[in-house]
């Protein structure tokens, strides 16, 4: 049964691609009002097109584009989400950038920029978009990743990214809990999404044969798709999750249980 977020509004960003374009499609068709936000115009105007041919009314969308490194600007998403809809309900702290390199192939822009973009803006943007959910006791869900708590060759400044979004939102669920507002993030095994893949420093050359491999890694045998996260999300921003806060919640496939190197089932298939 799909959950009715009716007269909530929601905030989604990097909305205009990925897991944020699915997510605020379904928040928009379970009768929210969904901000969509981005840095591309064109892709975001496209997912509010989809979300129109959903039967979306148009009063019930607003479209901003924005940078969220640029404080302010996230300054101007809460503006201009609280002018035209009065309240905030639920921030998706969703944008994120990939890089993808060891120690010696990182550099010190690399880290700059990937916690610039996917930690320091959800510090600013839930800072400023909190007074809205405290007096609305909304809540706030954080798109972190499996690397966040789980090492592998080759991630460095990510994984430390992705593990601050993690202990940044338990702290900021412990802090806020005596307000109301809640605060979890999904973390998702590898995302079948070419565009993440595609801005990151992975030279793929076959993307098939990349997600084959990804595969061979969940116990479950596939990679997350975009709706797997979506579900999760709306999950945690819902009623049926009032009384959880702070929960990092794996979308995996059962990856974290295993050793980086599984590759299929310890079982013989013979019968």
């Given amino acids: 049964m799909s959950r009715s977020f009716k007269d909530k509004v929601v905030i989604v960003t990097g909305s205009s691609s990925g897991v944020g374009a699915h997510a605020a499609i379904y928040f928009a068709y379970n009768y929210a009002s969904v901000v969509l936000t981005g840095r591309n115009v064109e892709r975001l105007n496209e997912v509010f097109r989809k979300c129109k041919e959903s039967g979306v009314p148009r009063e019930r969308l607003l479209v901003i584009q924005a940078d969220v490194t640029r404080r302010s600007e996230l ?37 700059d920029k990937c916690m610039e973009t996917n930690v320091k803006s959800v510090l600013n943007l839930t800072k400023l978009a909190t007074p809205h959910l405290i007096k609305t006791k909304g809540n706030v869900v954080n798109v972190s990743s499996l690397l966040g708590s789980i090492s592998v060759p080759a991630a460095l400044v990510y994984s430390m990214a992705k593990a601050s979004i993690n202990q940044f939102t338990k702290c900021v669920a ?36 990349f997600n084959q491999s990804k595969e061979r890694q969940h116990p479950l045998h596939r990679n997350v798709r975009m709706e797997d996260c979506t579900k999760a999300i709306a999950f945690l921003a819902s009623e049926d999750a009032a009384f959880i806060t702070g929960t990092l919640l794996p979308i995996d496939g059962g990856r974290k249980c295993t050793d980086v190197s599984y590759a299929g089932p310890m079982l013989s298939s013979n019968r």
């Avoid at 300054?75 to 950038?97: H, Q, S």
């Avoid at 005596?178 to 993307?207: K, M, Q, W």
Wanted: proline share 4%; aromatic share 6%; with cysteine.
């Fill in 75 to 111: 300054a101007r998403i809460v503006d201009e989400t609280v002018k035209k809809f009065g309240k905030i309900d639920i921030l998706i702290n969703n944008a994120g950038e990939g890089k993808f390199g060891g120690l010696m192939q990182s550099t010190a822009d690399d880290f």
């Fill in 174 to 209: 412990m802090e806020l809990a005596p307000h109301g507002v809640r605060v979890n993030a999904i973390c998702p095994s590898y995302v079948e999404d070419t565009r993440f893949i595609e801005g990151s420093l992975l030279n793929i050359p076959d993307i098939e044969t």
